[in-house]
């Protein structure tokens, strides 16, 4: 079964706000574990548009830094896992993520 999250992107690592984000990563895991990504990116931030290209690509989680109350609960609404206050390079956030212990609030430079 493959799994796919979205990644609002700040240079390589996870943006500090969602909102702010026009380059997103959007990564999908095979059943072996290999990984796909490509690199979407916006013409303007936006939360919304955000939001609309999670629910369009059936996105299972979203990682991101800060988010506003209403675009998180309204992911959650819509079934997408939230890990937000994520602050780190993405190489690490991903493979924090594959082996199952991503939590909300990872700081990986500590």
């Not at 690199?39 to 303007?44: A, G, N, W």
């Amino acid at each position: 079964m493959s799994h796919k999250i979205m990644i609002p992107l700040h240079n390589d690592e996870v943006a500090p706000r969602f909102d702010l984000a026009t380059d997103v990563l959007l990564a999908k895991f095979n059943s072996a574990g290999e990984i796909s990504e490509r690199i979407i990116v916006l013409p303007q931030a936006s939360a919304d548009d955000l939001c609309s290209l999670a629910t369009s690509d059936s996105t299972d989680a979203v990682i991101c830094g800060g988010i506003d109350d209403e675009h998180y609960q309204y992911l959650k609404w819509k079934g997408i896992e939230v890990f937000d206050g994520v602050i780190g390079p993405i190489i690490k956030v991903l493979r924090t993520y594959k082996s199952g212990k991503l939590t909300s609030g990872d700081n990986f430079y500590l």
